[in-house]
Every structure is written in structure tokens, then in C-alpha cells.
């Protein structure tokens, strides 16, 4: 099956700087990467997302890179701000319906 | 207007009974899910369901089961708690896309604590 890793574990960083959260996945059959935002207390919920055919995608301050080849996607936060403080979750499915999820970062942004 | 919905939001109970959490999607899809969170945050899928298959995660006890009644809920059963079962348990749903899932739309979750 599937296996995902996800480092760091815990990502502390100042305001306005940036934050890179890296995902590794072995089941080269997968093709589609989602990372959720989880707030304390909270349901997680879809931040961004990347298809196998698509190598880097942005949404204002976040993006997230795709490399097939190392079988590695990565998250990228700039400027950083005091709301993004939560935890982040990758995960990676193929043509099956069960996701496989990372084991989170939680992302400390200091004012 | 929830997308989607789980009831109850908490739930505190002994070690040997018997519980239903209930889990309601007004999106129109046709696969969901149900989540178990620890206290380390790891979110492990339980089962996957839509109308032509349920996929269980073979680590997870039978006595935990899955029903649905349709297409739009999941109501998920266990029996003898035990205390190790105390988590929040998140459901969702997605709907299937051309290659594979999309999305998750998960539910407020349902914590769990068995005493």
C-alpha cells in the first residue's frame, strides 16, 4: 500500500517569514496531492491541491510543488502570518478511493 | 447550510458499551468516509464507502462497522469500547473524480472519550 511521510513535525517560524513543509510517497501509481489545514479544534480543510500533470501550482501565499520522478511534493507558505499557525496534512491517492495522509506538521508563527 | 454534518459532537461514555455516531452529507456524493484523530493529531482512515463497495482498513477492530442507510449518510457503530477507542472521529465525503478521489469534506468530528 501506499506510505507517506511527512517532515518536519513541528515547523516554528517569525512572521512574514516563510515555511516549507516536505511529502514523500512511495505508490507511484499516485496521482493526486492535497494538503489540508487543520485549526485547533477544527475540521481539516483543503488548502491546496496538485495533479500528477501539473508540476507546481499558487494560490496568493501558497503553493505546492510536484516532482514524479523522486516521488516528493513539498507546501510553501511566504509571509508567513499569525492565522496560518495550525497543522498541515499531506496526502496522496491513486485510482483507488483511499487517501493516504501524512502524520502533520504543526506550524508555529511567532508575531 | 453544513455540507457536512456528524452528530453528537461530544460524546463521553463506559468502558463495554455500545455507541453510534451519525454522519449526514447534503453534497450529493457518492463516497464517504470515516476518520479516527489520536491525541498525536494522526488522521487514520477507518473505511471507505460508496454504493457499490465498503473498503475497510484491516487494522481497524470489527467492532467498529460502518452502516448506511443511503447514499447520503454514514453512521458509524462500535461495541465494547474500550479506552484505547477514545479519539476524535471525523467523517467525510468526496466525490469521486476522473482519476481516482477528490477532495475531502470532512465533517466536525466527534470526540469520543471512553471512561
Known amino acids: 500500500g501506499e506510505n507517506v511521510e511527512q517532515h518536519p513535525s513541528t515547523l516554528s517560524v517569525q512572521e512574514g517569514d516563510s515555511a516549507v513543509i516536505k511529502c514523500t510517497y512511495s505508490d507511484s501509481a499516485s496521482n493526486y496531492f492535497p494538503w489540508y489545514k487543520q485549526e485547533l479544534g477544527k475540521r481539516p480543510q483543503l488548502i491546496i491541491d496538485?495533479?500528477?500533470?501539473?508540476g507546481e501550482k499558487k494560490d496568493q501565499r501558497i503553493a505546492v510543488t510536484l516532482n514524479k520522478t523522486a516521488k516528493h511534493f513539498s507546501l510553501h507558505i511566504t509571509e508567513t502570518q499569525p492565522e496560518d499557525s495550525a497543522v498541515y496534512f499531506c496526502a496522496s491517492s491513486g485510482g483507488s478511493y483511499i487517501p493516504t495522509f501524512g502524520r502533520g506538521t504543526s506550524l508555529i508563527v511567532h508575531p | 447550510d453544513t455540507a457536512v454534518s456528524q452528530t453528537p459532537k461530544y460524546l463521553v461514555t463506559q468502558m463495554g458499551n455500545d455507541k453510534s455516531i451519525k454522519c449526514e452529507q447534503n453534497l450529493g456524493h457518492d463516497t464517504m468516509y470515516w476518520y479516527k484523530q489520536d491525541s498525536k493529531k494522526f488522521l487514520k482512515i477507518m473505511f471507505s464507502y460508496n454504493n457499490k463497495e465498503l473498503i475497510i482498513n484491516e487494522t481497524v477492530p470489527n467492532r467498529f462497522s460502518p452502516k448506511s442507510p443511503d447514499k447520503a449518510h454514514l453512521n458509524l457503530h462500535i461495541n465494547s469500547l474500550e479506552l484505547g477507542d477514545s479519539a476524535v472521529y471525523f467523517c467525510a465525503s468526496s466525490r469521486p473524480g476522473l482519476a481516482g478521489i477528490d477532495e475531502q469534506f470532512f465533517g466536525p468530528g466527534t470526540r469520543l472519550t471512553v471512561l
Open positions: 496538485i495533479r500528477s500533470n501539473v
